[in-house]
Structure formats: structure tokens, C-alpha cells
């Protein structure tokens, strides 16, 4: 399980699951508006990381950022310390 501690939003963090295939799995909001953190997870679940970054990057909603937005920066962030 992976874990990303989120900057501007209400959520505080997110736990997601990478598998060996690129699709991500087991989003999971800390915190935030439950119906639609629980809406985001349930439409990234199984989708490969990359259509996921480029579907969510850049939504904003207050602070210039988002729930959404901020987990296309928690898998950026994956996936560069991934190919480290």
C-alpha cells in the first residue's frame, strides 16, 4: 500500500495500490467529501496510472488544487520513485 500525505484540500491523505500491470487499485481518501472521494476511487479502480494522471492533472476546486488533482500528484510521485 502506498501512502501520500495530500497539500490543499480537505482530504489529508490518500492510500492507493499499484499492480504489476500499471492499473491502480484500493484508492483510498483520508478525509474529504466522502461521496465524492469514494465517487474518484471507484472510477480510477483498475485503470491504467498514466490515463489516470493524464484524465485528473490539473482539476481544481479551492487553493488551486483538488481531491482528483491530487492523486494524479500522488502517482507522478509514484511512478518517479518508481523508475529510480
Not at 10 to 33: A, L
Not at 51 to 62: A, D, M, T
Not at 64 to 79: E, M, R, V
Request: hydrophobic share 30%; glycine share 12%.
Amino acid at each position: 500500500m502506498n501512502t501520500y500525505t495530500t497539500r490543499g484540500t480537505c482530504s489529508r491523505q490518500i492510500q492507493f495500490e499499484v499492480k504489476e500491470d500499471n492499473t491502480v487499485s484500493g484508492v483510498k481518501f483520508i478525509g474529504g467529501c466522502a461521496g465524492n472521494t469514494q465517487g474518484v476511487a471507484k472510477l480510477v479502480e483498475g485503470r491504467n496510472i498514466d490515463e489516470i494522471i493524464s484524465l485528473l492533472k490539473g482539476i481544481q476546486c479551492r487553493g488551486g488544487t483538488s481531491c482528483p488533482d491530487q492523486l494524479a500528484n500522488a502517482l507522478i510521485k509514484y511512478k518517479e520513485k518508481s523508475e529510480k
